[in-house]
């Protein structure tokens, strides 16, 4: 899809939403949106912390569900993974699973997913002190979770995630398992996969495109065609350590990269494509984790997949979106999600910081994401939980709801929990430290959410409403399917974004009042004729320095959705070859920090008060002829490493190969 991204001369976001907290419930409703009350999770852990936690639907059975979380036990120096389960549909929750390293070392960086016919399964990484000391460990469970079979080991990977293919295939079932390498200085990631359920983990290591690292990877999809794709942050560190400098922010780039595990591309061949400029800011209140999402419906958006993840704008962190509709070789502009505005600071922003942007598509092939919003928390630590849904394949949404009956403040209670320092880990030491860890201000390294054999969406998130950071959970119901262009109307148009140029006149801005005005009209700039109707729909309004709305009169409304209709404002239904159409008059509302102060800070030549994102639609058009090599061209990775060997001394025997 072919969209058109306009800096103009004021802008930022929209923020609307619907809710009634009704003591410690919190029932949302709206015509389109519509949230259960939340569900404590980890009641069977009341008094143990909480932190970094993944959610998983049952794709078979609407009421199974399984979550997972890093738990920190108040009566253990070190760390375990639990997994809870559900049978209700998320009404209530039991602890069916608790795992350890050997010898009571710690466990930790847990995920969990369901594979074909009901069976569950939970990952964890573990220690154990002979060598090698660290591994993987795959618990499988054949009634979705309610009871485990004996867990088998595999070798480490650091911070590994699963994905099961759920494609009917030869590959039906089979089990993805990815994260990075255990040395640093080799720049590697490890990629695995087991085509008998976990039994068999057949793995290598993959080097990265040269001189760049990852301080993470995220959780991955898998297309119709079996492709499995990865998001992977990366960035080129300022010294021999590529990790000893990492809270400072460092230029880098958010990729994607996807393989085949047919026996013919084995070792694996590994193709990279960027999604986005990044910089890595690992704040101590922050993420860095992305995600990505597919949609697996035979709707209208099929294979599209969708990436979130949290970047640095000026003055705050944000959570952006973009997508693929060639299975990741190309992506769409980024976009804001959140739809809060900026603390005015002066003549620069101070936060929010809205972190952890997950997304999921349920199977009306609707889009979902939600977030760690902090509009309503002025310290920049607490959060409460946000939801946006888009019916549109991504290109719009609707205005967020706030998710979350129960939220987090890590200054709730005067009783604060601490976390021991990786020196109090070890055999023995003179030297240990005790204190306040990151996960304290931004609740670990993932969230979750999933959507379930009904559509419905299950975000996991911590709150503290005790003072400990427990997992709670809501279900979002959103009413509709995902149809092309947002309408049965407008599904009938074509994209001719690439054929028409949006032209901007008799453009002014009014300090007093902050109205910005401006004349529209279109430019046929192709060879072909362009027939009616001749619609702009605006996608998105991005801003650096407040918030845009649409203004008519005394009233306000938000750009993103409007359509202008120049259907009527040109000869005879066809815009010919430079042809031009009459004009529409716009004006938008602008509140915001003082747009001159902003002048000289951007190297464009201008200050880039405001984007906008729009989409031209037409009757139709003849299909102008792609030029020979005007796809991006897709990099490849040097490819695998030697195989992995057999763990020693893991119960059952060789079972990684």
Not at 272 to 290: A, L
Request: charged share 25%.
């Amino acid at each position: 899809m072919a969209r058109f991204e306009l800096w103009v001369f004021l802008g930022a976001f929209v923020c609307f939403s619907t809710a009634s907290l009704r003591g410690k419930e919190l029932t949302v409703s709206s015509d389109i949106v519509h949230v259960g009350p939340s569900v404590h999770v980890s009641a069977d852990l009341p008094h143990d912390p909480h932190y970094e936690m993944e959610i998983a639907a049952n794709p078979e059975d609407r009421n199974q569900l399984v979550a997972c979380s890093m738990l920190f036990p108040n009566d253990s120096p070190t760390v375990d993974v639990v997994t809870y389960s559900s049978s209700d549909g998320g009404k209530t929750w039991k602890l069916t699973l608790r795992t350890q390293g050997e010898r009571n070392n710690e466990s930790w960086d847990p995920d969990c997913r369901y594979g074909p016919g009901n069976i569950a399964y939970s990952l964890s990484e573990g220690i154990r002190p002979k060598e090698p000391q660290a591994y993987n460990r795959i618990d499988r469970s054949t009634d979705g979770g309610k009871t485990w079979e004996s867990p088998i080991l595999s070798v480490h990977a650091e911070r590994t995630f699963l994905t099961v293919d759920q494609n009917p295939g030869p590959q039906h079932g089979w089990l993805y398992l990815y994260g990075m390498g255990n040395d640093p200085a080799q720049a590697t990631i490890r990629v695995g996969y087991s085509p008998d359920g976990g039994r068999t983990v057949f793995s290598q290591l993959v080097s990265m495109e040269s001189g760049f690292h990852s301080i993470g990877m995220g959780p991955g999809v898998i297309l119709s065609d079996g492709s499995l794709v990865m998001p992977v942050p990366v960035y080129k560190p300022a010294s021999d350590d590529p990790y000893g400098d990492i809270k400072t922010k460092r230029p880098g780039a958010f990729k994607v990269i996807r393989a085949k595990f047919q026996e013919a591309n084995w070792p694996l061949k590994i193709k990279s494509s960027t999604v986005s400029d990044w910089f890595i800011e690992r704040d101590s209140n922050g993420s860095f984790i992305p995600r990505i999402a597919v949609d697996s419906t035979d709707g209208p958006f099929r294979d599209r997949i969708y990436a979130t993840w949290e970047d640095v704008t000026p003055g705050r962190s944000v959570v952006k979106l973009s997508f693929s509709s060639d299975k990741g070789k190309t992506w769409s502009h980024p976009r804001v999600i959140n739809d809060d505005v900026g603390r005015p600071d002066g003549n620069t922003f101070n936060g929010p910081d809205d972190i952890h942007g997950i997304v999921a598509v349920n199977k009306q092939g609707v889009v979902g994401v939600m977030w760690l919003d902090r509009r309503d928390h002025s310290d920049n630590l607490g959060w409460t939980v946000r939801f946006r849904a888009s019916l549109d394949g991504g290109e719009t949404f609707l205005p967020s709801v706030k998710v979350s009956g129960e939220d987090y403040d890590p200054s709730r209670s005067n009783i604060i929990p601490l976390f021991p320092g990786e020196s109090a880990l070890e055999e023995a030491s003179t030297t240990n430290e005790i204190g306040i860890g990151w996960f304290t201000f931004m609740g670990g390294h993932t969230m979750g959410l999933a959507a379930d054999a009904d559509g419905k969406f299950h975000p996991l998130w911590p709150a503290n409403p005790t003072g400990v950071s427990q997992m709670w959970t809501t279900d979002i119901g959103v009413v509709g399917n995902a149809e092309k262009n947002g309408s049965a109307e407008l599904s009938k148009l074509e994209d001719a974004s690439k054929l028409v140029r949006l032209e901007f006149l008799n453009r002014t801005y009014n300090l007093k009042t902050h109205v910005l005005d401006f004349d529209l009209r279109l430019e046929n700039i192709s060879e072909s004729k362009v027939n009616g109707p001749l619609k702009v729909r605006v996608l998105d309004v991005g801003s650096y320095v407040g918030d845009v709305t649409v203004k008519s009169g005394d009233v306000t409304a938000p750009a993103e959705g409007m359509v202008l209709d120049f259907s009527s404002l040109f000869t005879d239904n066809v815009l010919k070859p430079g042809d031009v159409t009459k004009t529409i008059h716009v004006r938008l509302d602008v509140r915001g920090i003082d747009p001159f102060s902003q002048l000289g800070k951007f190297s464009s030549g201008l200050t880039p008060l405001a984007i906008l994102t729009t989409k031209v639609l037409a009757g139709s058009f003849e299909k102008p002829k792609k030029p020979e090599g005007q796809d991006e061209e897709e990099k490849k990775w040097p490819g695998a490493g030697p195989m992995a060997s057999p763990l020693p001394g893991l119960a059952p025997m060789d079972n990684d190969r």
